[in-house]
Structures are given as structure tokens and as C-alpha cells.
């Protein structure tokens, strides 16, 4: 039933053991302004999507297009330079492909970062924010007959986000006097901002951060037994507004990239404690 989509995976993920010279366990996926983390790569093997077949090209603002193999906190990883989002109008097929091709690979933890707006009020821009839960407002990436060589038809969300990595990045932040939050974030489809009443809305329901990516790629990783850790960098406040105010992107971007040294140190510690 999903031959086709099974032989794409699989040609992918033949096509990157042939060009990454080891074993990583860990993939790291950058959000918006949060690249430069794999400046901090050691060995670094650099693979354009372009050159990964059935790989989608990269087209957001903020977001590179490039595979990155090498080392960060004395450990292998990968770092995908780049995600795609829905609302760039691909599938979510599309948008999860690479977390399938991870999974054959053999990678085993996916930790994943995104630029976010805050509706917590009490977040600020830059603050970085442990997603602890999520609220998925978009379609979900698993619809459709179910790909049994990843996972089971109902897969389990009670806990998408591993308990254990928390405790971990919540000790090495404390060691190294990182002020963190943690809360619920919200995944839209965007990409039009929200209405300061939708800002609103979704804080009421629980959310505390809201954005429009990383959902569909924990999904697809849980369906297929990964291990999953998200971060979101706090990029614009969504519960006060100036009349003036105008919700930007590149503000986005510009915050996000402030952000990305902090994260980078956390991720770093976290990865070499995994
Ligand atoms: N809303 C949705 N996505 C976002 C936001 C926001 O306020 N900020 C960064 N990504």
C-alpha cells in the first residue's frame, strides 16, 4: 500500500549512509533564525536537500536547505538546516519525510526547535520555552492508510514529549543559570499571524507558545518510537498590543537569532548527556 512512499524513504536514506561517514543517534531540526546552531559542528559534511533524493527544497525565510553531519557535545548528529512547513504547500507527507528517512538511518532522538509567539503572558522575546505538550490545530500527518513499517495505527501522544530529556535540559539549565520555561504549544497551519482574538483564544485553551511548524514532524516521530525534545525561542508576544504594533516576520527571524546561542549551549550539553 505504501510501497512507493517506502522506496522514496528507503532511497533516501541509502542515498545518506553513503554519504555520512558514521552512526548519529541524534537529529536536530532548526527553526526559523536558528541555524547558525550548526556553526557549532565539528567535522561538518554538508548535503544540500537538493542533492537527497525526493527531498523537498527549503523556500521560508530563515531557513537554509542543508543536512548537516558532524559532531556537537562529542556526539554524532545530523542537523537539518531548514524544515518545511505546510503552509509552503507541501503535504504533510512532505513535511514529515525527512523524520521517516531519520528513522531508517537509525537515528533515535529528534530534537526540534522553533520560532514562536508567546501568548503566555508571561514570556517575553527570547525567552526559550521546553515544550512540554502540544495542541495540534493543523491536519494531522498520520491520516491515510497507516504505514505499519513505522508504527501502529493509534499511535500514544500522552507523553510526545520525553520525560527524561526534560528532567535533563531542566538540570544542565540550572547548572549553567539558563532561564527556561516550559509550556503547551499550540501548531497552526499560519501563515497568516493571528488575530490578537485568536492570540487570545488559544491562551485560553491552554496554550502558552503558538507557531506553525514542528507538530507534524513529533507526530510522525512518535508514530515511528523516537524519542522527541522541542524548544521554542519566544520571537513576538501575542497577548498585549501597541496600537501601532504591526506582527512582522523578520522580526521573527531577527529575535530567533539572538535566541540561537542559548539554545545552541543547551542543546550541545543535552546531546552529550544522551
Ligand atoms: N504565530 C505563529 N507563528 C509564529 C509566531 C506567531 O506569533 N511567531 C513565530 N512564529
Known sequence: MNK????M????????ASRIPGNPETVIILGSGLGSLA???ELATVIPYAEIPHFMHSTATGHKGNLIYGKLGGKEVLAMQGRFHYYE???MQQVTFPVRVMKLLGIQNLLVSNAAGGINPSFKVGDLMIIRDHINMMPNPLIGPNNELFGTRFPDMTRAYDRELIRLAEEIATSLNIPLKKGVYVGLTGPSFETPAEYAFYGRVGGDAIGMSTVPEVIVA???GLRVFGMSVITNEGYHFADDFVNDGADVIVAADRAATVMTTLFRELI???
Not at 512507493?4 to 522506496?7: H, K, R, T
Not at 524513504?9 to 542515498?15: C, M, V
Open 4 to 7: 512507493s512512499d517506502n522506496l
Open 9 to 16: 524513504y528507503r532511497e533516501a536514506a541509502d542515498y545518506l
Open 39 to 41: 556553526d557549532q559542528i
Open 89 to 91: 504547500g507541501y503535504t
Open 222 to 224: 512518535r508514530h515511528a
Open 272 to 274: 552529550a548527556r544522551i
